[in-house]
């Protein structure tokens, strides 16, 4: 029986797997090295398993210590939720509040919400990172962050959405690209054409790829392996005459939209956007938080995007039709 096991070995496994270093995991729990290493070592030996395989040179996660960390996590996690809970009897908005955003859209949404959100919840704690929608969803089911923003579909049985708004697509080409003489351009305007797509990993270029059924034609030509990380790469390159691409509508608050060579004009079709929810566990304990950075984002949201009220998309993905 498991007598000994209490919430400070679950903090020391934890950061020990996300630090992947001893010495870095105790400087974290402010102990000493041999204390942290000994104290999960007496854990290992008690459960009879080992959660982590040491080298001199590396700290690697066991397929039972994974599974381990995850209902360590939900513990930390439900812990945290009972100092909530104490403190909601003076502020039910008080406390850390951990959100992941897309590339996308994290550089062009937060500095609009910042400080509103700060002004309207002082004692609402804003931690913020910023990764691809594959690595969020990794880290929101792992309970390593609350909530998450993103622009893609979500279904999981274990997973909420809140619909945030529409955002509409704009096309950006050189001053010097035919596109410049068109009076409107079409969707088959752009199934004719080369775009610069973001890397691999991103979901803009798979939109992007939908969008424009770039997967049922030939991935040739020039611009076939040009790739970049960031939209403002992606933009520069177009300003120095490479091509075109899709741009979602809040990053027309760039500083690439003046003196930079390049020409925006909004996507007039039907489907030319991107839905963009907060996505979080369904039994995440701190809603009301994410109601509040809800109505915060809906308040302060440019003219450019179609908001949709913070509706609640079905519970569970999985039992929408």
Same mark, same amino acid.
């Given at each position: ?32 090295? !041999? ?11 008690? &459960? ?46 008080? @406390? =850390? &509040?951990?959100?992941?955003?897309? =590339? ?6 937060? !500095?609009?919400?910042?400080? =509103?959100?700060?002004?309207?919840? =002082?004692?609402?704690?804003?931690? $913020? ?19 998450? &923003? ?27 690209? !035919? ?17 610069? $797509? ?35 790469? $992606? ?5 120095? @005459?490479?091509?075109?691409? $899709?741009?979602?509508? &809040? ?14 004009r909004k996507l007039e079709f039907r489907g030319a956007q991107r839905r963009v929810s907060l996505v979080f566990r369904s039994s995440y304990p701190r809603k009301q938080a994410l109601e509040a950075l809800s109505e915060v984002i809906l308040q302060h949201l440019p003219n450019t995007v179609q ?15």
């Amino acid at each position: 029986m498991i007598k000994k096991m209490n919430l400070r070995d679950l903090k020391y496994i934890i950061a020990v797997a996300d630090t992947r270093h001893f010495g870095k995991a105790a400087q974290r729990c402010f102990v000493s090295q !041999p204390t942290l290493s000994g104290q999960i070592r007496k854990l290992e030996e008690e &459960l009879g398993v080992t959660i982590f395989e040491r080298t001199s040179r590396s700290v690697t996660v066991t397929a039972v210590g994974e599974e381990i960390l995850r209902y360590a996590r939900q513990m930390m996690e439900q812990a945290d939720a009972i100092h909530s809970i104490s403190a909601a009897q003076r502020d039910p908005l008080s @406390g =850390p &509040l951990r959100i992941g955003a897309i =590339p996308t859209i994290s550089p062009y949404l937060m !500095p609009l919400i910042l400080a =509103p959100l700060k002004q309207q919840h =002082p004692d609402l704690k804003l931690v $913020l990172s910023e990764e691809t929608t594959e690595r969020l969803l990794q880290r929101l089911r792992n309970h390593e962050i609350d909530a998450a &923003l993103l622009a893609t579909a979500i279904d999981d049985h274990d997973l909420e959405t809140t619909e945030l708004f529409d955002e509409p697509f704009w096309i950006a080409y050189p001053r010097d690209h !035919p596109f410049y003489l068109k009076e409107e351009i079409t969707r088959k305007d752009l199934d004719n054409t080369e775009l610069l $797509l973001l890397a691999e990993g991103h979901c803009l270029a798979q939109q992007v790829r939908d969008l424009c059924n770039l997967q049922d034609r030939e991935q040739g030509g020039a611009m076939a392996d040009l790739r970049a990380s960031s939209l403002e790469t $992606l933009l520069q390159l177009v300003g120095a @005459g490479f091509g075109s691409t $899709l741009v979602p509508a &809040l990053a027309m608050r760039g500083s690439w939209t003046t003196d930079s060579g390049v020409v925006a004009r909004k996507l007039e079709f039907r489907g030319a956007q991107r839905r963009v929810s907060l996505v979080f566990r369904s039994s995440y304990p701190r809603k009301q938080a994410l109601e509040a950075l809800s109505e915060v984002i809906l308040q302060h949201l440019p003219n450019t995007v179609q908001p949709l009220a913070g509706k609640k998309a079905a519970k569970k993905r999985g039992k929408a039709q």
